[in-house]
């Protein structure tokens, strides 16, 4: 991996991973995570609902990918782990099914290793999906899933950590090309679509002066992620939206949804 894409192991600087922990309710963040988080809560209450309504449309894709017949999983991005983990879903269906992690944030992949360590078919990798072939190409990812059978990807506000320069409709085209036919794109990204001009204006003023990576971005351009993608029903709508399994609160309206096929 080129230095350009290593990642900031700097403890005095947030990221975006530890806050999410940290407003899901972890405890693996530090201050800097913590005072980040509540700014960014001031200047836009409605991030309050947002970490549940993320992890609970996750939840739903695995388990609808589970109902296609999918049976190998690939998290890219998957961040630090939670209450209720892709590979535990997964193996209540099926504990041969393997299931492979990605992070470029040492921390989260540490935490992984330690998680699954003795579950079979399940790894965490270290390699940063902003540079797919380091993701595609690794031999522990390679060595546990077959890329010529279909495969369940998950990027769950995975673009939303890149900046555009990185080239976000490159890096899904990427995956999408190494899908084999039949797989599903689970993709969950934030948008700004509900946001006032006055919090687009404080959120990227507090985003910049703290340096972090949380890119808000409007419905038309996360859709262009989705080319050559078939969505499923019901398409791209707001997180909750998507095939609810028991009711909800009104969307936050700042994370739009889908799981879309690979023909």
């Not at 504990?95 to 944030?105: R, T």
């Not at 995975?158 to 320069?165: F, P, S, V």
Request: charged residues 25%; hydrophobic residues 40%; negative net charge.
């Amino acid at each position: 991996m080129t230095d350009r894409y290593r990642y900031d192991l700097s403890l005095g600087r947030p990221t975006g991973t530890r806050i999410l922990n940290y407003a899901s309710g972890g405890k693996d963040n530090y201050s800097c995570d913590r005072a980040t988080a509540m700014l960014l809560l001031t200047a836009l209450p409605a991030l309050y609902r947002l970490p549940g309504e993320i992890l609970r449309f996750k939840r739903r894709a695995v388990r609808f990918m589970l109902a296609q017949g999918l049976r190998q999983f690939l998290d890219v991005g998957c961040g630090l782990p939670g209450k209720v983990n892709v590979h535990e879903i997964v193996h209540r269906a099926d504990p041969a099914a393997p299931v492979v992690y990605v992070d470029a944030d040492p921390m989260a992949v540490v935490h992984y290793r330690a998680l699954v360590h003795g579950e079979p078919n399940t790894v965490a990798v270290d390699a940063d999906a902003r540079d797919p072939r380091s993701v595609l190409e690794h031999p522990e990812v390679t060595g546990t899933i077959d890329l010529d059978r279909p495969v369940g990807v998950l990027m769950i506000t995975t673009l939303a950590q890149m900046r555009d320069e990185a080239d976000p409709e490159g890096v899904v085209r990427a995956f999408r090309d190494a899908m084999a036919p039949g797989g599903l794109l689970a993709l969950c990204e934030l948008t700004d679509e509900a946001m006032t001009d006055e919090e687009r204006r404080l959120c990227a003023d507090l985003l910049r002066r703290v340096e972090l990576v949380a890119e808000f971005r409007p419905r038309e351009r996360i859709a262009g992620f989705l080319d050559g993608l078939d969505p499923v029903e019901p398409g791209l709508v707001a997180a909750p939206e998507w095939r609810p399994d028991r009711p909800y609160e009104p969307p936050c309206g700042l994370a739009l949804a889908t799981v879309a096929r690979r023909l």
